[in-house]
């Protein structure tokens, strides 16, 4: 008997329904049957994934289809998604059902994403690392309380990018971390005194390219990994944040860690993305307008505040993305 039996049929049925799958990591991300059949487009939200210690191949539609209804549609079995016999099923049984997914990495899947990111090796380096950009922190009446300098090198294919902190000493600038401060705090504490919408990016350049552009915008130093809570009780009682998320599975996580501590503390929480490229100022330079902003598949729906929500009847309505 094949072993991988049930991938092969219900691959086949998908490949049939659906078209070609999206490899990310271990799983496959094909159009929903059920759900995204109607011609448009849509970022692809079901799942498929073999499970060799179960021997089985399980399917996760990750906007909340039925695996039943998807089976039906596709004109299939529960006892298609299994290789073996019923015995051999409640053998695999015994090994436990699997991890559940975390609900930052449902969302890359559901976006077509690979759960993880892999940087091609840049070759050796060129050149000296050279200064490119400095961003400076301020604590909430003005004074400089750290900065984040941009470091670029050149290598046989391509620059890499780095950052390094520094704070403020009567000697001057000296290297070492800082606080954590969101970027632009005076402005930030003002947008909230009157209600303004704020948006958090993902860097210092995304939240310069939202400055020009009118908005009251922010980030963290340091990058995705790098949001604390103490960056999150400088926004409580916020009306309105826009989290805008790169297009990666680091953008999604970055964009989930903060929309978790803002949850519940903020009057209206959305999270979103660029509609072309990778984050904010690709969109922008794509020629978009704010209000084009996408949201994030299940993550705009799970952290979307309960006022939004009675607003909108839909995940994937537009919206208005303009400061009050």
């Not at 759900?35 to 399917?59: C, F, K, M, W």
């Not at 958090?200 to 949001?227: F, H, K, P, Q, V």
Request: hydrophobic share 35%.
């Amino acid at each position: 008997m094949d072993r991988h039996r049930s991938w092969d049929t219900i691959t086949a049925a998908l490949d049939r329904v659906s078209g070609p799958g999206r490899r990310g990591g271990d799983w496959i991300t094909y159009l929903c049957p059920v759900h995204e059949a109607d011609g448009r487009r849509h970022h692809p939200s079901l799942g498929v994934v073999y499970n060799h210690q179960r021997a089985r191949t399980i399917i996760k539609c990750f906007a909340g289809c039925r695996d039943e209804d998807v089976l039906e549609t596709l004109g299939l079995h529960v006892r298609d998604l299994f290789d073996g016999p019923p015995e051999h099923r409640a053998a695999a049984h015994r090994h436990g059902p699997p991890p559940e997914l975390a609900l930052a990495d449902r969302a890359i899947l559901a976006a077509g994403l690979p759960l993880s990111v892999h940087k091609p090796d840049p070759g050796p380096r060129l050149g000296r690392p050279r200064r490119v950009a400095g961003y400076i922190y301020r604590w909430p009446d003005g004074r400089p309380a750290g900065r984040i300098i941009r470091v670029r090198t050149l290598h046989r294919r391509g620059h890499i990018k780095s950052f390094y902190q520094e704070h403020p000493t009567e000697s001057g600038w000296q290297p070492g971390g800082f606080p954590h401060l969101p970027f632009h705090l005076p402005e930030l504490l003002a947008a909230i005194r009157t209600g303004r919408d704020i948006y958090i990016c993902e860097g210092e350049s995304d939240a310069l390219t939202a400055t020009r552009a009118g908005l009251t915008a922010t980030c963290n130093a340091g990058g995705a990994n790098n949001w604390h809570p103490d960056h999150a009780a400088y926004l409580a009682g916020a009306h309105r944040v826009w989290i805008i998320a790169d297009r990666d599975a680091p953008g999604y996580r970055h964009a989930a860690k903060v929309a978790e501590t803002l949850h519940n503390h903020v009057t209206e929480l959305r999270v979103v993305q660029a509609r072309d490229g990778n984050d904010l100022t690709d969109h922008c330079n794509a020629g978009h307008a704010l209000s084009d902003l996408d949201p994030v598949p299940i993550l705009d729906l799970h952290y979307r505040s309960p006022y939004a929500s009675r607003e909108s009847s839909s995940a994937t309505s537009r919206f208005e993305a303009t400061d009050r």
